[in-house]
């Protein structure tokens, strides 16, 4: 199973956090298809708005883009568009997503992608003093702290989040 080999195994994100010199606290739990934030949030024992999830979206020109958001809530992609001067914003294909990022969707992590893109990141996660994140694998995630969205992966924040 994916997660069982994930654990203890390195992954593009956890390497690019340790060559940034990023402490953060590994924890697996057991992925289920389509359970997204709710079913880590539940199998960790963590609150699903600090369990932050990686959206790989495009602009109207097709130019990727990643969104951080809280798992209980949902992007206003009007707001996101506004707030980043793009006319549009969708969510990509999971086939394009996964060409861009390099990784499974339902594993993608900020850290270590494929591609270089802007990293824009829901405001109110810095508010939180510990989050959750995707650590680079299905049923993977990193506790980190939420300054290090901006400090070390440079992310840009935004207020475009709708609640669930």
């Not at 990686?54 to 990643?66: R, S």
């Not at 290090?148 to 609640?163: K, P, R, S, Y």
């Amino acid at each position: 199973m994916a997660n069982r080999e994930r654990r203890g195994s390195e992954t593009p994100a956890t390497q690019w956090l340790k060559r940034h010199g990023v402490t953060f606290t590994p924890h697996t739990y057991q992925y289920v298809d389509r359970g997204g934030t709710a079913e880590s949030s539940k199998q960790l024992g963590w609150p699903e708005h600090a369990v932050v999830k990686t959206l790989v979206m495009q602009n109207e020109k097709a130019e990727p883009l990643v969104v951080l958001m809280h798992g209980d809530c949902s992007v206003s992609t009007k707001a996101l568009a506004r707030a980043t001067g793009y006319k549009s914003i969708e969510p990509c294909s999971p086939v394009v997503a996964q060409r861009h990022s390099g990784y499974l969707v339902g594993g993608t992590s900020p850290f270590g992608l494929r591609k270089d893109m802007p990293i824009y990141l829901e405001a109110s996660i810095l508010e939180l003093e510990k989050i959750l994140i995707n650590g680079g694998g299905r049923g993977f995630l990193l506790e980190i702290t939420p300054q290090t969205l901006v400090d070390v992966l440079g992310g840009v924040t935004v207020n475009c989040a709708l609640a669930a």
